[in-house]
């Protein structure tokens, strides 16, 4: 009976994580609305929530500076799936190297750990200089942002795997191939999954960076050109799209995680 009354008053469940979500969502927009009707800051500098919902469907209708806002969107998320995919594969391939192998481990750490502290903003001169200005280059910049996170996160999760079930495994008449399927590739999947997660976060915080490099076009880019206009109501509109859009992408993220890992509990 305790357990039952626990489970029904706990605010970890997923009614009562909505609600309090919720909740916080509906207090900010109070903040926001009694901010604007006091004029506390001037419109200019922080509009009004209606202001920003009326803009929010002139750029879905009529869109800005060639483009609407879902076609802003389109590029945006092509961009970043090209660099976090390419990411991704690259950096589950190479981490579980290093975990498995101490040979690679010691000839690659040193350059990961070189570049990895590195922001990606200092990259943006030299890509300029090697692959232009076209999206191959903002791809590479969000490729760069990704890629040793999920190398680090591989290689931890590959090293987590207990030395009882490797040894288990072999002393069963279990392969090299067949132990890497069964035995580190399940065990490495939570690190893997975490460092996709932390990944698509670094991505969209690179994404305006990556369109500063020459774009005329992308959410990023539809910021920072409105911001030289003074348009913060635009800008406010496309820093809501890209939070929303990365909530998305991590809710998705973690619905994946929860399914392929249910133990863990979410």
Known sequence: MMRENYKYGDISSTSGKRIFSFISIIIILIVWIILCELKIVPELFWPAPSSVVKQFVQLTVQGYKGHTLFGHIGISLYRVMAGFLSGSVLGIFVGMSMGINKKVRAMLDPVIELYRPVPPLAYIPIIIIWLGITDVSKITLLFLASFAVIVINTRAGVQ???????????????????????????????????????????????????????????????????????????????????????????????????????????
């Open 160 to 266: 987590s795997v207990p030395l009882e079930k490797l040894r288990a495994a072999y002393s069963l008449g279990a392969r090299p191939k067949q132990v890497l399927r069964f035995v580190i590739l399940p065990n490495a999947m939570p690190g893997i999954v975490t460092g996709m997660r932390v990944a698509m976060g670094v991505c969209w915080g690179t994404l305006v960076a990556a369109e500063m490099v020459a774009a005329n076009s992308g959410i990023g880019w539809m910021v920072l050109n409105a911001s030289r206009y003074l348009r913060t109501d635009i800008v406010i509109v496309g820093i809501i799209v890209m939070g929303a859009l990365g909530y998305g992408l991590d809710v998705f993220l973690r619905y994946i995680e929860k399914k392929v890992f249910p133990w863990r509990g979410y």
